[in-house]
């Protein structure tokens, strides 16, 4: 920790003297020192250092008196008496000063001055910040007066130092005291990393001028100690009725509980009306209980195996201590909303999801300056420094499409992840050092002394509402139990629990500091805890008849929505559009103003754009987003698309956003189809992340289900970057938690040759991953499909995230395009496409191929090529659900034909292992059509998704489509060994 550089190191040691003379040269003549010498003591006269940078005119003389009073005061009184005739009077009459005392001042001042500096960089290293004092803290050189040229006989010499510190002058001794009181109580500040001046001043200034100390009144002593009576009593209750029982409590770590309640209390006066929250697992029931109010009887009710909601909800619920809720809290006539997020154990994958809702709210509150809506992330120590979805999501925190005007991140700083101890958990010193790298101000806090850590939230609440920006609370405490309650710690860690066992609680210390000084008796702080067990026993009597009457899914925002019922009977999808409104819109897409200076290339795909419109041809992939994209628009439901160049495309395709090719201005011609009178398009190419980015476009359609909300792979082969979010969030979140979202995931997918990094968006994860309706997984071949999906997602009156496998060479082929009549009224999203080409008789098909995606095309082809008319062609377009009737329908068409699923993906990939059981099922209810079960085509297993060598990439390719229209099935490769009792799935 000490060889940490930083740009006051040099300020140190032997060179402390040399620069303290050097500064009394640049005293006397600016000019006489190197300008990067000029540049850094004009910072330090800045930050309060009264030595006067000339001797020249009236101000410079006023400076220069305060030097000369520390030194002889019967000159200073007539130095003081000539300023007053001003001009050149009053250098002229300046009295003649002792050289050597003068000199000794200026020295005195400056090394004073920068023992000062060095203290806000760093006093936390010597800061009483660990509740165990586990390791001793070793004096540090830099932070020594004797550093500095200083001797013990100069302790009690009175030094000019004009204000700063809030002192014109005081002894060494004094100053040393304050600085230490500041920078090296119960509180070590790390700010000096910070590039902005203001933020920095603000932050030197808020904790300088109070000592870094706030003195409470006594109501304030009693409500931090009534909320930590509250957050102990909680958790030793629940260890008494449930002993044994995992709750991962906070114990160690109470303090937390009043400065959340600081956060919310000081936010509501600054203009906070609503606060998301995210944290893991440790100290949820705590937070849920003591902060969150949820009632004491629910949580009660549930560790005795009941549920929070009413029967008739479906879901399979989750464990306690992943759970959410809602609530108003009123604080001295502010009332402000808290959420509570969700989270698995997956601990700070909840990041980016309740950043997301943040900016949601806010957009919803026409929060432009970001200051009614506050996100809150509680995390632990060993994973705020381990965990990458952390750096990824504080890289948002001032991104445009993303900034949410700052998060406060209180670090429940536990000195221990899990069995490991931190110097074999992190590298640097701290675990919040990941923060500095985005200018975030790190507050370390003893977590035994309450009142420092209500005060250090305080800070970071008004330094979020002041400057829109992250701030981190650093709460160092302990872990009372192991890892969860009934885990034995001294397994791993026999000295550390040896002293927590006898270690007081911070309740009792706090208790017993409030009696010593005389703001409370014994009586009363032994009465507070009696109530409070009385209260929980009450509440725990009456958990044993508590059923819940209602969820509080369907509420605010999501209130007219109703929970899905039957998919493929569900078909009032009207997501058609008259031919007027999407040949307006259509047209409005392909204009720009007069003085816009478009790219030639990009002018050309608009002109092909209108005369799609004209003649109500040739539909193109983004033509139809684009139409459902603006239809969405003009019908009031805001749109917003992120991702990696998403703006243009990857595939240069979209150009929804145009940049002028003479000064880089931005035109988006979805936000000008009918100007005020229209909901918002956004569209953010985001930062080079997949998790953080596809957690906060979750988030954000979790707080606003009437905004179509997307998210585009630059590849679907990147979407694996993500997996987290996608298992543990999208997937599961309704069945888990209740909660439905409307995402759309947009994951380019297709073998076209380019290797095992450019092929596969791995879909069949998304199909093994499908179950209950909980989302609907595409892989669509028409314009006009993919227009009504879009639009589907608005239309209906439930919510469900949506995963497509959008093309890439189908992005400009001739065959992909759709008449404007498949988006007109009446028309709508198609499940299955039957065979769209004239054959030969239904039952003269001897084969019907089965397939999905782009390969389609490429079957296409080769059987026009072959002249085949006896093979018939099915797409299905929506893998899940599945959509079993209407495919049962198609294949019954064909009594005759043998049948084949045909697709690019290697065996174990693609949907092949999704559909086989499925079609074989279907096969069974169809007894009167000679197929029994699906022959497979396509790509032998293989652990890579694709070949990076072209040429085999064609010959495999070429054998797919060969192979499917004309091999006989006992050629056709059998993939898996069948198992011989087949269970029959939920078809």
């Given at each position: ?321 992943h759970l959410g809720t809602s609530a108003d809290r009123d604080f001295d006539g502010n009332v402000v909303h808290l959420t509570l997020q969700p ?433 609907q997984v595409c892989n669509l071949t028409t314009p006009g499909n993919y227009f009504h999906a879009l639009r589907r997602q608005l239309q209906r ?66 059987r026009t090529k072959r002249d085949i008319k006896d093979v018939a062609i099915i797409r299905v377009e929506q893998l899940y659900p599945w959509p ?104």
């Amino acid at each position: 920790m000490t060889n940490q550089f930083d740009e006051t190191s040099f300020l140190t040691g032997g060179n402390a003297v040399f620069i303290a003379e050097l500064y009394a040269r640049y005293v006397e003549d600016p000019s006489s020192v190197d300008a990067s010498w000029v540049q850094f003591f004009t910072e330090l006269r800045d930050e309060g250092a009264a030595i006067a940078q000339d001797f020249k005119g009236t101000a410079g003389a006023k400076r220069d008196l305060k030097i000369i009073g520390a030194v002889d005061p019967e000159a200073a009184a007539a130095a003081a008496a000539a300023a007053k005739k001003g001009g050149k009077d009053a250098k002229a009459a300046a009295p003649a000063v002792d050289p050597a005392a003068s000199r000794q001042a200026v020295l005195d001042s400056i090394r004073a001055l920068m023992m000062i500096r060095t203290y806000r960089v760093r006093g936390h290293l010597e800061a009483d910040l660990d509740p165990l004092h586990l390791a001793k803290r070793e004096p540090h050189p830099e932070l020594d007066y004797r550093t500095y040229g200083f001797t013990d006989a100069d302790l009690d010499r009175e030094i000019f130092i004009d204000n700063v510190l809030g002192l014109e002058s005081a002894t060494l001794r004094q100053i040393i005291n304050v600085v230490r009181a500041t920078y090296c109580g119960k509180i070590g500040v790390e700010f000096m990393h910070i590039q902005d001046p203001d933020q920095k001043a603000w932050i030197q200034k808020r904790v300088e001028s109070v000592r870094n100390h706030t003195d409470f009144t006594p109501r304030g002593k009693r409500a931090i100690l009534e909320r930590l009576v509250e957050a102990e009593g909680f958790e030793r209750f629940l260890q008494l009725k449930y002993t044994g029982t995992k709750r991962f409590g906070v114990e160690g770590g109470e303090s937390v509980i009043p400065a959340l309640e600081q956060i919310v209390k000081r936010g509501g006066q600054l203009g906070v009306e609503e606060v998301v929250v995210g944290m893991a697992h440790r100290g949820r029931l705590n937070v849920l209980a003591n902060f969150m109010k949820k009632p004491y009887q629910v949580i009660f009710s549930e560790f005795q195996g009941g549920t929070a909601n009413p029967s008739d909800v479906q879901g399979s619920g989750d464990v306690k201590y992943h759970l959410g809720t809602s609530a108003d809290r009123d604080f001295d006539g502010n009332v402000v909303h808290l959420t509570l997020q969700p989270n698995p154990s997956h601990l700070e994958v909840a990041n980016p999801v309740v950043i997301g809702r943040v900016r949601a709210k806010q957009q919803q509150k026409n929060d432009a300056e970001r200051k009614k809506v506050v996100g809150i992330l509680l995390h632990g120590d060993a994973a705020f420094a381990g965990q990458g979805v952390v750096p990824e999501t504080m890289l948002l925190s001032q991104l445009k499409g993303y900034c949410t005007g700052g998060t406060i991140h209180i670090i429940i700083n536990n000195q221990i992840g899990f069995t490991t101890a931190p110097e074999y958990s992190r590298s640097g010193p701290y675990s919040s050092d990941v923060a500095k790298g985005f200018q975030c101000p790190v507050l370390h806090v003893n977590a035994d002394d309450p009142e420092a850590v209500v005060h250090v939230a305080r800070i970071a609440t008004e330094y979020r509402q002041e400057f829109g920006a992250d701030v981190v609370i650093d709460m160092i405490c302990y872990r009372r139990h192991g890892h969860n309650e009934s885990d034995e710690p001294a397994f791993t860690q026999p000295l550390m629990y040896r002293k927590i066992a006898s270690h007081p609680t911070t309740r009792a210390i706090y208790a017993q500091q409030l009696v010593a000084e005389g703001s409370m008796s014994q009586e009363e702080a032994d009465g507070l805890v009696t109530a409070f067990q009385e209260m929980l026993e009450r509440e725990f009597d009456a958990a044993k008849s508590f059923k819940p009457n209602k969820a509080d899914w369907l509420e605010g925002k999501w209130q007219g929505l109703a929970q899905l019922a039957d998919e493929e009977e569900f078909r009032e999808e009207k997501t058609g559009v008259a031919i007027d409104t999407l040949k307006d819109v259509g047209m409005k897409l392909a204009q720009v103003p007069a003085d816009f200076n478009i790219n030639r290339k990009i002018l050309r795909q608009m002109q092909a754009k209108a005369e799609m419109m004209q003649t109500g041809q040739g539909i193109d992939w983004a033509t139809a987003e684009a139409l459902a994209f603006g239809t969405l628009l003009t019908e009031g439901h805001g749109v917003r698309l992120s991702g990696q160049d998403c703006g243009r495309g990857t595939f240069s395709q979209r150009h929804c956003r145009l940049t002028d090719q003479e000064n880089e201005s931005r035109y988006e011609p979805l936000n000008h189809i009918r100007e005020g009178n229209q909901a918002y398009f956004e569209v953010i190419d985001s930062p080079l992340s997949e998790e953080a980015v596809l957690g906060f476009e979750y988030g954000y359609s979790l707080a606003e289900p009437n905004t179509l909300t997307l998210w585009e792979g630059q590849f679907g082969d990147f979407a694996n970057g993500a997996q987290v979010i996608i298992d543990q969030f999208i997937n599961s979140g309704e069945s888990k938690w209740l909660r439905m979202s409307g995402l759309v995931m947009l994951l380019p997918h297709g073998y076209e040759g380019q290797g095992p990094e450019h092929s596969s968006a791995r879909w069949e994860r998304y199909l093994q991953l499908s179950a209950e309706d909980n989302w609907q997984v595409c892989n669509l071949t028409t314009p006009g499909n993919y227009f009504h999906a879009l639009r589907r997602q608005l239309q209906r009156n439930f919510r469900k995230p949506l995963i497509i496998m959008t093309p890439k060479s189908l992005l400009r082929h001739k065959l992909c395009v759709s008449p404007l009549e498949d988006m007109a009224l009446g028309s709508r999203f198609r499940r299955v496409l039957p065979e769209a080409e004239n054959l030969v008789a239904d039952a003269k098909i001897r084969r019907v191929v089965v397939c999905s995606g782009k390969v389609y095309y490429d079957l296409l082809e080769e059987r026009t090529k072959r002249d085949i008319k006896d093979v018939a062609i099915i797409r299905v377009e929506q893998l899940y659900p599945w959509p079993k009737d209407t495919l049962k329908a198609q294949l019954a068409r064909y009594p005759n034909a043998d049948l084949v699923w045909a697709q690019e993906e290697p065996a174990n990939m693609g949907p092949w292992t999704f559909v086989d059981r499925r079609l074989e099922f279907i096969c069974d209810e169809l007894p009167d059509n000679k197929a029994k079960q699906a022959h497979y085509v396509g790509r032998k297993a293989a652990a890579s998704p694709a070949t990076g060598l072209y040429k085999t990439h064609n010959a495999e390719q070429a054998w797919i489509c060969e192979t499917a229209l004309t091999g006989k099935p006992a050629d056709m490769p059998v993939p898996f060994r069948r198992a011989t009792a087949l269970s029959r799935l939920n078809a």
